[in-house]
């Protein structure tokens, strides 16, 4: 894998290129679900890119794939020796540039999602490799887990709070859940949803649109190369 | 063109034949290349070397390496051969980004896409790559290394932003041999020669010993200890004849790659 072309540098202003969207959030939660979900609801009207963090080998990817809710062509995963954070923060040169390849091979794209490994609360996306995240919880961790924060809850630009649909089961109270993050969060929104029954995460998906949408406005249209310098 | 270099290189075809600024001429010859030297030998170095173990996986998997007796020779091995190698290319990358003649080339190599006068250090560039493709046997180990120059060489271009760098990435789009771009990206950062050949050296075990302290659970002091007393400089050597490069080859480091590739459960890229 390769971004092969001529001069290679990395423009960090982001004008003409995809947004870069980080999904992240603690193993199992459902971050490859809504992945998969926001492929089905966005593939249609915009162009898109996935870049997988596995934990162990293509996993990730390889669900994607079998979902058949993207060309697999336009997967690509990422390998993170133990260490799934340090490549979503501190060390993101192998994302950046399975995202520039991405754009390469498939470019102009309107939005290039990047699906961390599974980790812990403190893990958020670096702001040189993600331009928007998303934190991916679920009500089965209990719904103490808002109260509790960690930058991942307090500071992503968006909290998805998945597997509602099992509330009942585990004696998740999701009012709780829903004041407690809205007391960590300053404003920020926080959405609910079971993808299991709701295959297309609608309201994340319109969220996303909204976000891809306000992203154009201000950096432009991404056309082809434009993010080289 | 990203800013100028330090020296003047003609990799660029910049006008400039100035040598590098002797060591003395600081007044404080022990730290020429210094915070360079660190910068780039640090783990923390944001160039993807978290993501290599170059063959511990594979020898942890296979019970190849099971504690720190192990993990020692194992280390000590990788550094006399791949470590020398990595060494010598690093040392004659970073010379070349300083000299301002290039050996002769053959003519053979030269991109007929090139124009003057970059041609000269674009065809020079590829010379070397071919010299340390021919150095490494396994294709995963020759896949593992050009994806880390790569990437290395993306990262310097923003920390030590030069023309030498901009030349090697237009030279080699698919990524340099790590050494190569470890070698000019010590230029770039002001270091010696000497010093990318021991940042080279160092890096050269640094990934598979950490690879073995996650995947094991050694006692990280103990893996310390061992990297602590390495003979380094033993691999360490001037470099003025790029045929005349040792070919130290490892059977078995090119037979952990190669296999490595192939196991459906790992954690690190190569």
């Known amino acids: 894998m390769s971004a092969n072309h001529d001069d290679h540098h990395d423009a960090p202003d982001g004008h003409g290129r995809a947004l870069r969207l980080g999904i992240g959030g603690p193993v199992g939660s459902g971050k490859t679900a809504l992945t998969a979900a926001l492929c089905r609801s966005l593939g249609p009207s915009l162009r898109l890119g996935v870049v997988t963090n596995d934990i162990y080998t293509t996993e990730d990817a390889d669900f994607l794939r079998r979902a058949g809710v993207i060309d697999p062509d336009r997967i690509m995963a990422v390998q993170t020796g133990c260490c799934p954070h340090t490549a979503i923060r501190d060390d993101i040169a192998a994302n950046i540039d399975a995202v520039e390849t991405l754009e390469e091979r498939f470019g102009p794209l309107d939005l290039v999602i990047v699906e961390s490994g599974g980790d812990n609360l403190t893990a958020t996306f670096s702001r040189g490799l993600a331009d928007r995240q998303i934190f991916v919880l679920d009500v089965s961790g209990g719904d103490k887990v808002p109260r509790k924060g960690g930058p991942g809850v307090t500071s992503a630009d968006l909290l998805v709070v998945n597997k509602t649909d099992l509330a009942p089961m585990v004696g998740a109270d999701l009012t709780v859940m829903s004041r407690d993050a809205a007391a960590v969060r300053d404003g920020k929104p926080v959405l609910f949803t079971s993808i299991r029954e709701d295959r297309g995460a609608h309201s994340v998906a319109e969220w996303v649109a909204g976000v891809v949408g306000s992203w154009q406005h201000e950096h432009g249209t991404p056309h082809s190369h434009s993010y080289l310098a | ?270």
Request: net charge negative; with cysteine; hydrophobic share 45%.
């Open chain 2, 1 to 270: 063109m990203d800013g100028t270099a330090p020296g003047g290189p003609a990799l660029n075809g910049a006008e400039s034949t100035t040598p590098p600024a002797p060591a003395a001429s600081s007044g404080m010859p022990a730290m020429h290349g210094l915070a360079g030297l660190l910068l780039l030998a640090d783990s923390r170095l944001p160039a993807g070397g978290h993501a290599h173990s170059g063959g511990a996986e594979e020898a942890c998997r296979t019970g190849a390496i099971s504690g720190p007796e192990d993990l020692a020779r194992f280390l000590r091995g990788r550094l006399a051969t791949a470590g020398r190698v990595a060494a010598a290319l690093a040392w004659s990358a970073c010379a070349a980004a300083h000299a301002p003649k290039f050996p002769d080339i053959d003519p053979d190599i030269e991109s007929p896409t090139d124009s003057a006068p970059t041609a000269d250090a674009g065809a020079a560039w590829r010379l070397l790559d071919a010299e340390a493709d021919a150095r490494i046997a396994s294709p995963a180990q020759r896949l593992a290394s050009r994806t880390q120059g790569r990437l290395l060489i993306r990262t310097a271009r923003r920390i030590w932003p030069a023309p030498v760098l901009t030349g090697l990435a237009r030279a080699l789009p698919d990524g340099a041999h790590h050494p190569i771009a470890l070698g000019a990206a010590a230029h770039a950062a002001g270091c010696t020669p000497e010093q990318a050949a021991m940042a080279a050296a160092y890096t050269s075990v640094t990934g598979a010993a950490t690879a073995a302290v996650r995947l094991l659970g050694l006692d990280p002091v103990t893996v310390h200890h061992v990297l602590a007393g390495l003979p380094y400089d033993s691999v360490i050597a001037e470099q003025h004849d790029w045929s005349a490069l040792p070919a130290h080859a490892a059977p078995a480091l090119d037979l952990l790659a190669e296999q490595h590739l192939r196991t459906e459960v790992r954690l690190f890229v190569s």
